[in-house]
């Protein structure tokens, strides 16, 4: 069974950084592209970054505007983690993020719980 466990989540000032992590148990994170998904209260589910599978030493990113130059994903493909370190929050930040694989849609089975992010300015 796929379990997806996320972490790191804070309370944070404008500014700030937090670094999160989602450990994959049932699934390879190496051979799949994964997203981390933000949701801000009462707004739907995004997916802010992914990172794609890993072929030949590389992995392809991308970022939606709003991070680019602040938050990064990475892969640690040896502990089948994913992480997302998030640099220069900002209030908008703010909410509950979750790793799914690439695209995922609201009714995939493994969202898990998520962890919360707070940044006040």
């Known amino acids: 069974q796929v379990q997806l466990v996320v972490s790191g989540g804070g309370s944070m000032q404008t500014g700030g950084s937090l670094r999160l992590s989602c450990r994959a148990s049932?699934?390879?994170?190496?051979?799949?592209?994964m997203g981390w998904f933000h949701q801000a209260p009462g707004k739907e589910r995004k997916e802010v970054a992914s990172?794609?599978?890993?072929?030949?030493?590389?992995?392809?990113?991308t970022y939606i505007d709003s991070v680019k130059g602040r938050f990064t994903i990475s892969r640690d493909n040896a502990e089948n983690t994913l992480y997302l370190q998030m640099n220069s929050l900002k209030p908008e930040d703010t909410g509950t993020y979750y790793c799914?694989?690439?695209?995922?849609?609201?009714?995939?089975?493994?969202w898990g719980q998520g962890t919360q992010v707070t940044v006040s300015s």
């Open positions: 799914a694989p690439c695209g995922a849609f609201p009714d995939y089975r493994y």
């Open positions: 049932g699934m390879s994170l190496t051979t799949a592209c």
């Open positions: 990172i794609g599978a890993f072929v030949s030493g590389f992995a392809m990113t």
